[in-house]
């Protein structure tokens, strides 16, 4: 929450900038813009400047020395209070950020048990069928995508055919970068469609298996085709 040389508003509501922190890990210049009233004990919308502060060992109170306090009241005027030594009071206070991993961040083992054995206490495991959707989404992702990366090496593969001698030799570099663009776009569109069932999902592994004997068959057979001439 408190990071130096930036303005951290991590807490909606809240603004805090150090400038600098030393070894002792003592904060220097320290500004504070409280505006929704997260320090209760100081009041209404207020500005904070302090020399110097430092977190206690729980990090749930800031220590300030050396500072003003800046608090506007209800009639509109602005009300300054110097102080040599302030505690503000950090406990409970919620930040903006989500502190639970994103369905990215969660590894396989706990996507694939959420699935299969539908366990609750697992984070981004609810029982629900956009929370089951999602998980598929992910699991096909990880599994998924990579197959067709040889898929898309056959397709790059067919430029080694290519013959000079023929018509359309410098269009196919052409041709064959649309194709494989298309099924790169084709993929990420697939997998997205891939978490709204089983069937879904077994489409979506299926189309490239099946593609990837078919292309390699094409392959062989131009390659034996060449090699006649």
């Keep these: 929450m408190i990071k130096k040389k930036q303005f951290n508003d991590t807490i909606e509501g809240l603004t805090i900038f150090v400038e600098s922190k030393n070894e002792n890990d003592i904060y220097k210049n320290i500004f504070i813009r409280d505006d929704s009233q997260i320090l209760s004990n100081i009041g209404k919308i207020s500005t904070i400047f302090a020399k110097s502060g430092y977190l206690n060992k729980d990090e749930k109170l800031l220590i300030l020395y050396n500072g003003t306090i800046q608090k506007l009241n209800e009639d509109g005027n602005v009300n300054v209070v110097k102080f040599e030594t ?9 930040a903006k950020s989500i502190s639970d991993p994103k369905i990215q961040e969660t590894s396989t083992i706990n996507i694939l048990s959420c699935l299969i054995y539908k366990y609750t206490n697992i984070h981004n495991c609810q029982q629900n069928k956009k929370s089951f959707m999602d998980n598929r ?3 096909n992702k990880r599994f998924g995508m ?12 067919f430029l080694l055919s290519s013959r000079n001698d023929k018509k359309i030799y410098n269009y196919n570099k052409y041709i064959y970068f649309f194709v494989g ?5 084709l993929s ?5 469609y891939s978490g709204i069932s089983w069937t879904h999902t077994a489409i979506y592994y299926l189309l490239p298996l099946g593609m990837l004997p078919v292309f390699y068959l094409i392959l062989i057979r131009k390659f034996k085709y060449e090699n006649l001439f």
């Design 86 to 94: 302030t505690t503000l009071n950090l406990d409970g206070i919620s």
């Design 137 to 139: 989404i992910e699991i």
């Design 146 to 157: 990579p197959i067709f990366i040889p898929l898309i090496s056959l397709v790059c593969a």
């Design 181 to 185: 663009f298309s099924m790169l776009t």
């Design 188 to 192: 990420e569109i697939f997998v997205r």
